[in-house]
Structure formats: structure tokens, C-alpha cells
């Protein structure tokens, strides 16, 4: 049974920092790329970005050098590290394994960044 536990959300000041955690389970984690998405209420999740199987990130423009991606693909788990954190980023953040059929989304884990 596929399953994504994302931990590590919380309420933080603008411009702090934040490391989120995924734990995957279910299916053959390092033969997907690993992806972070974001969501608030009434818009559509967005993709925030996405790690390779061989380690290489992608990011979207926004969080392009305040955020970083990786994966250990020994323990199933992606990260997500925040820096310098906006109140606009306040949103529920899932993780994802790109192509995985059917599509499964975790919890995900509530991120508050106050002004």
C-alpha cells in the first residue's frame, strides 16, 4: 500500500526556516523522481520541486535558491529545506513520487509563515 508521511510543517516568522520530511512507502522509492507540492485553499497545488533518481533538482522560480530538495533513497525519505521563509508560502505541503499510477497524496504537513 502506497502511503507519504510528511512531517516537519509548523508556524515560523518571515524569513526563518523550516526542514520538511517525507517518508514513502509501498513501492520502489528510488525508481521515482521525488516531487514537493504546496497547496492553499481554493487554488491548485503547485509543484514547489522535483529531485531525480540521481540526485538532480529542479525547482520552481520562486523558491529558487531559498529551498532545497534531496532524497535518501536508503531510509524512502525526501526533504524539503526552507530559508527565508514569506507569508505567502503559508500552505499544506505534499510530497509525491512523479508518474506513480494511481496518483496518491499523504496529509501533507501545514506550513505558517507569519508576517
Known amino acids: 500500500q502506497v502511503q507519504f508521511v510528511e512531517s516537519g510543517g509548523g508556524l515560523v516568522q518571515s524569513g526563518g526556516s523550516l526542514r520538511l520530511s517525507c517518508v514513502a512507502t509501498g513501492f520502489e522509492f528510488g525508481r521515482y523522481e521525488m516531487a514537493w507540492y504546496r497547496q492553499v485553499p481554493e487554488k491548485a497545488r503547485e509543484m514547489v520541486a522535483i529531485v531525480s533518481i540521481d540526485g538532480a533538482a529542479v525547482y520552481e522560480k520562486s523558491v529558487k535558491g531559498r529551498f532545497k530538495i534531496s532524497r535518501d533513497d536508503a531510509s524512502n525519505t525526501v526533504y524539503l529545506q526552507m530559508n527565508n521563509l514569506k507569508p505567502e508560502e503559508t500552505a499544506i505541503y505534499y510530497c509525491?513520487?512523479?508518474?506513480?499510477?494511481?496518483?496518491?497524496w499523504g496529509q501533507g504537513t501545514q506550513v505558517t509563515v507569519a508576517p
Open positions: 509525491c513520487a512523479d508518474g506513480l499510477q494511481p496518483p496518491i
